[in-house]
């Protein structure tokens, strides 16, 4: 496929990630150097504390390595100011997070709209965008429902949805189904897959749990902050 | 996007009703307590200037060095040629549009006395000759539309020379009381003649100066005569009839008890005798006090240009009083403006930062989604001002209906300076750009009050807000 001659969606070199706990430096990430293909479905995997969420924040802009490089869409990273960082993250990284997180005075259909406000998209396209979206997730009917009323599998496919509204290269989704009974994850699992094939966006997804290793098209398994085991899927 | 911003932060205020709610009663008291007194001390501005300007006029032109030194002797001060004078600010192309009412005035000081009857009583008086059409035109400025109009009563007529008014208080102390019918004017106690001088000595000498038989009790009814004693600019001893037609109380006592109104011919008659007439003042009473400060340089420039040695003086420094009840007041307020901006300052400082505590996740995941810092200290920025906002609103819509309450329940007070009780009246849109400045100023308090959360906020690390749960 074409997508294999594109250059990697992320690239890190020698990245370290110290914490500072008191008197303790705790090592969340150690050396590591990864590149992840575009356009994969690509998992995280690690035991609770080996520094998936860490990496995770580095590859998603939202935290700077204490020593290496961070190069996602072709940007170093460490260039960007602030402001340029977030607006970066506005138009190329969406999050979907193991609480949810959506603003809880918006409404599902607001939720969704906000990135493509951010990215000053203009009202039509927008409308159409957001509701296609809801469309996709299956929440066409309960567009207009507050968070606080909408089950935990309904807000994830909310939080799913506006991940991938602006068309991101990136969909960063850190333990998505910690939070969910197994039916429900499993269903948020089989959505997340089936929009990643539709849009042929990168996915990375953090969990430490094994079951879910059987819908990766790539596997990264870290321990203490180090890579363990790269195991790619031949295309 | 801002839209969003509103949005959510209208959307937060919602959410977290009463706390909103007490947060936005601070505001509202605070725009409540300042605009009642905003509108207390307007009608007490408004009303002395509109009482001031009625009697003093705005501007007054005297010889320079009158309103240093000629309170001693104002008959010294007289102004040369002042028909000439008038023609000339009152052809002026710049004053001519300004001005309301111009018009000569002639004050005095001698001894009033009232030598017809039992009871001779005399004592010094302050006297101010006037033309009694153009005081009465004067006694009609209302330019803040207060309602206040006290004519001379009974009426001064300019074809009568020998009619005056005098302080209820001199019409007391002159026996007047029966003769001008004044009412809560009591008898006087019968008071020993003092050992010595016979009290009615001084009358009978002002009597015999006069050269007049001295006709028994009042003259007309509802009138009186009494007789006005001065040194004339000359030196020599001067008599006068006043026919008093009535009395009008005064503000102050002493004034009360010596005022003396009079038609100007009549003063000059008594302070100029056989010489040149002159008067004390000049005075301009202009259509709309915001011509003030124009008026008076023009004044000025007209003077130098024609080489005329005289000054001008406003009605506040006139009346000293005046400047001292606004410095007072505005003091006062002041002192409330400074305590209700701390309480809206730690009311909003405190509710914005439990909303902001509240809220950390949320902060975090909007700057993962890519919004910027500085669009999250707007957002919390944007939720003070809206409180900030509804208290004002409430807060004015309350005070103008505790307004309308009070002025329609017919309180009555005694004003500074005032003799008789007025209707008390709150006028909170009497001075709109006052008004406004507070609403104003408290919104920015409370947006300012905001601003210590929201930049707490605005500088959240992503990562750090994300953790909080
Ligand atoms: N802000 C922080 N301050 C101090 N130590 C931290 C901080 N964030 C993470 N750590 C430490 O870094 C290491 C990696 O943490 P991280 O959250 O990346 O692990 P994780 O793989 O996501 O774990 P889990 O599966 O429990 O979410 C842990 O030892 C953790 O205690
Ligand atoms: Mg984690």
């Not at chain 2, 301009?284 to 001008?312: C, G, I, P």
């Not at chain 2, 006139?318 to 901006?341: D, K, T």
Request: aromatic share 6%; proline share 6%.
């Amino acid at each position: 496929m074409q997508l294999e001659a594109m250059p990697p969606v992320v690239r890190l070199t020698h990245v370290s990630r110290t914490y500072q706990a008191g008197a303790l430096e705790v090592r969340a990430l150690d050396d590591l150097t990864l590149e992840i293909p575009p356009g994969r479905f690509s998992v995280v995997i690690g035991a609770s504390g080996s520094g998936k969420t860490t990496l995770l924040n580095l590859i998603g802009c939202i935290d700077a390595p204490s020593a290496g490089a961070v190069e996602v869409c072709q940007q170093k990273v460490a260039e960007l100011d602030d402001d340029a960082v977030a607006d970066f993250r506005a138009r190329n990284i969406g999050f979907i997070f193991q609480t949810f997180s959506l603003i809880p005075v918006l409404s599902a259909y607001e939720n969704v709209e906000y990135p493509l406000l951010l990215v000053g998209m203009p009202g039509p396209e927008r409308r159409r965008r957001t509701l296609a979206m809801l469309e996709a997730v299956g929440l066409a009917a309960q567009a207009q429902r507050r968070p606080n009323e909408l089950s935990g599998g309904q807000k994830q496919r909310v939080a799913i949805a506006r991940a991938l509204v602006k068309q991101p290269q990136l969909v960063l989704a850190d333990e998505p189904t910690a939070n969910l009974d197994s039916a429900t994850g499993a269903s948020i699992i089989s959505l997340m897959r089936r929009v990643q094939a539709d849009s042929h966006t990168t996915f990375i997804f953090a969990t430490h749990d094994p079951q879910l290793m059987s819908h990766a098209d790539e596997i990264f398994a870290i321990r203490d902050g180090a890579l363990l085991e790269h195991r790619g899927s031949a295309s | 996007m801002i839209g969003v911003l509103v949005k959510i932060a209208w959307r937060n205020i919602v959410r977290n009703r009463r706390r909103s709610l007490m947060t936005a009663s601070a505001v509202a008291a605070g725009a409540l307590a300042m605009l009642l007194f905003l509108g207390y001390t307007t009608y007490i501005f408004l009303g002395m200037e509109t009482g001031n300007v009625q009697h003093l006029g705005h501007l007054r032109v005297f010889r320079a060095g009158y309103f240093l030194y000629g309170a001693g002797n104002p008959s010294a001060y007289g102004i040369d040629g002042y028909r000439e004078v008038m023609r000339s600010i009152g052809a002026d192309p710049v004053l001519e549009p300004m001005i309301r009412v111009l018009t000569p005035t002639q004050s005095l000081m001698g001894i009033a006395a009232n030598y017809r009857g039992d009871n001779a009583a005399s004592r010094t008086f302050f006297g101010e000759g006037i033309i009694p059409s153009d005081r009465d035109r004067m006694l009609r400025w209302d330019q803040y539309h207060t309602g206040i109009y006290h004519p001379l009563d009974p009426p001064m007529a300019d074809a009568d020379e020998s009619r005056g008014l005098i302080g209820t208080g001199l019409a007391r102390i002159l026996n007047l009381c029966a003769p001008l019918a004044l009412p809560e004017c009591p008898p006087a106690p019968a008071a020993a003649p003092p050992p010595g001088e016979h009290p009615g000595k001084v009358n009978a000498d002002i009597a015999e100066l006069a050269g007049r038989d001295v006709p028994q009790g009042g003259r007309a009814p509802g009138g009186a005569q009494i007789d006005l004693l001065a040194a004339t600019v000359g030196g020599a001893p001067n008599v006068v009839s006043l026919n008093v037609i009535g009395a009008q109380p005064q503000g102050a006592k002493e004034l009360d008890d010596a005022y003396v109104l009079m038609h100007l011919a009549l003063a000059q008659q008594l302070v100029y005798g056989r010489e040149e007439h002159k008067i004390t003042a000049i005075v301009l009473q202009l259509k709309d006090s915001r011509y003030l400060s124009a008026a008076r340089a023009r004044l000025n420039a007209l003077f130098r240009e024609r080489h005329l040695d005289l000054e001008v003086r406003d009605f506040a420094e006139l009346v000293p009083f005046y400047g001292q009840v606004i410095r007072l007041f505005s003091s006062i307020f002041l002192f409330i403006a400074l305590v209700m901006g701390m309480i809206v300052l730690f009311a909003v400082v405190n509710t914005m930062t439990m909303n902001v505590m509240e809220r950390i996740n949320e902060i975090g995941t909007s700057r993962a989604m890519g919004v910027r810092r500085s669009r999250i200290r707007a957002q919390f920025l944007i939720e003070g001002t809206l409180i900030g906002l509804i208290g004002t609103a409430v807060g004015a819509a309350l005070a103008i209906a505790i307004a309308a309450l009070v002025n329609r329940s017919g309180i009555t007070w005694i004003p500074p300076g005032n003799a008789t009780a007025i209707p008390l009246h709150l006028d909170v849109l009497g001075r709109p750009l006052r008004a406004l400045g507070i609403c104003a100023g408290l919104v920015l308090v409370a947006t300012a009050a905001a601003l210590l959360p929201a930049n707490r906020a605005a500088r959240l690390s992503v990562v750090d807000a994300l953790r909080h749960i």
